[in-house]
């Protein structure tokens, strides 16, 4: 069996089966996005991405800045959205021996300017060999309450941070490769290589029921909450707000907006739950059920999961 | 530049210059074993080590578990040589789509037995596809005492664990290929696809000046320990001792089995200072100066460092 037929959440499951946690000082293991344990009154939060080049980034294209940045922000938007604040790294670093210095020192400099951004240091790391150029990083946290996806709770709201779909678009022009850009283009193509994680927002997480940072896409993660929270999210299309240099972008490629909104991945922003009233974006509902549903008008259509899989 | 040119640790210091770390709950950052951090009355110790195909092992020689065993002990080693108890490990998994999953299985059962035999849980993990089989753990231990490389002081006692060499010399018998191997030879090849970190020495860790753990050579991590501690170190050559299945091996491919002692790297040994008797193997002293040095009778002769680079 090729682990490409298993598919990427069935590998997990299988792999994690043979690793059972049987710690009392894990609050949480795997299933969200940090691990949280407990180490004297301190809750600390452990997550770990990955940047390989030829599967996220292609060398030739991106700014080595973008990618130490990007790299750094995957990692606090997982703290983030569980509640807590990036305290420190380390960066695990397997390079081709003819890599050129200047690119790695410009990974280097992206994960300062984001050390700065977020206010975490990285403190170890390691160096290897490789054919395959690829940049590891892991994060530790720490927080006084764990808010993960699975308190999820009828009756509650649904927000997002920001309007979606830019890095998706993003994405799609970079790969377009033209000569010349549009101003809005170029802002797209910003918010896909320079994307924030909401450490902005970490009070409102707090008040959250549940909470789930968007980076496989709003459907697929919302999917998340809806599976371990056992409960049916209603988004409503109407809610969903559509960017202006997205909307300008579906009209000169013709494409259809709420395809952006609902599946772009490496988004960085948050999706939450709460029954109080969040200075957010409310998009939708939470009800007795389960999956993610859009609601337009009177119909309710359930949502297929298209969201990024490695296998 | 290449980094080649650059050498692993000219790369290493170069871009943890580019990251200085102004944090006063970091005791210890880069430059040892593990980097240890203050949280409440805890001190934690968080270390990364990583398999790469092709640089660290040949996937169609290796058995997988040895594989998860020795990725789990590579970081268990770090832990214990600065003092602590091994607790959470992330495993960040880049891996072909065409991998079989019996092979990843395999890695994940080794890792199940490193986690039983040395008392810690992985709790986390990210998986990603790549075209090279990469597998990434990184590791956070707990402990009430950090010890490192920087405090030998003149007077004090070298001491190691075990007889050193197996390693090397069981990497050189599977790079032979053979279609058989004699009894000892086997006993070497174990060595060196099932080290064992050396957690039972932990109290004597605790009770020494420094510690270190030799993975990438005697003389290459005593200097480590030199370079951090300011000292000069002397290593007699009489007291070292040639395990026994190592003799055999120098016999019959006619080599000098203190190449092997002196220089092989992955050993998961320890190597220790202390100025009181422990109950280890004493192979020298520490004086005022610098270096690695050996003393046959009254001869003393500098050694280079020749430890294992990935560049």
Redesign the interface.
């Known amino acids: ?4 037929n ?1 598919g ?1 959440f069935g ?2 499951d ?2 994690n089966q ?2 059972p ?3 009392k ?2 609050i949480v ?2 299933s969200d996005d ?2 949280c ?1 407990k ?4 809750l ?1 939060l ?5 940047q ?1 080049e ?3 980034f292609i060398k030739e294209k991106i700014n080595p800045k973008d990618l130490g940045w990007k790299l750094s922000t995957s990692n606090v938007s997982d703290i983030v959205s569980c509640g807590g604040k990036p ?2 790294a ?1 960066v ?1 670093l ?2 081709p ?6 690119f ?2 410009g990974v ?2 992206g ?2 300017e984001a ?1 700065d951004y977020y206010g975490f ?12 150029l ?1 940049i ?1 990083m ?1 994060m ?1 946290g ?1 927080t006084d309450i764990f808010v993960g996806r699975d308190k999820a709770r009828v009756g509650d709201f649904v927000y997002i941070s920001s309007n979606l779909g830019l890095s998706k678009a993003g994405l799609e022009l970079i790969l377009m490769d033209k000569d010349s850009y549009e101003d809005f283009e170029k802002k797209l193509i910003e918010k896909h290589y320079r994307p924030k994680a909401r450490i902005d927002l970490l009070e409102n997480v707090k008040k959250s029921s549940s909470c789930i940072d968007i980076s496989d896409g709003l459907v697929s993660d919302l999917g998340h909450v809806s599976k371990r929270s056992k409960v049916k999210i209603v988004i409503e299309k109407e809610k969903l707000p559509i960017d202006n240099n997205l909307k300008i972008f579906c009209q000169k490629y013709n494409k259809d907006p709420y395809q952006y909104i609902l599946y772009s991945g490496e988004e960085y922003e948050l999706a939450l739950t709460s029954d109080k009233d969040l200075d957010l974006i409310k998009i939708g509902y939470i009800e007795e059920g389960e999956g993610v549903y859009l609601k337009t008008q009177e119909k309710l259509e359930k949502l297929d999961d298209k969201g990024f899989r ?2």
Chains 1, 2 share one sequence.
């Open positions: 069996m090729k682990i490409e298993l990427e590998l997990i299988k792999l043979i690793l946690i049987d710690d000082d894990v293991g795997y940090c691990a344990v180490v004297g009154n301190d600390l452990f997550t770990v991405d990955i390989v030829g599967s996220h305290r420190w380390l695990s397997a390079l021996k003819d890599l050129d210095y200047e790695i020192k280097y400099e994960i300062k050390q240091f990285t403190i170890g790391g390691n160096v290897s060999s490789s054919k395959q690829m590891d892991s530790v720490q490695h296998f």
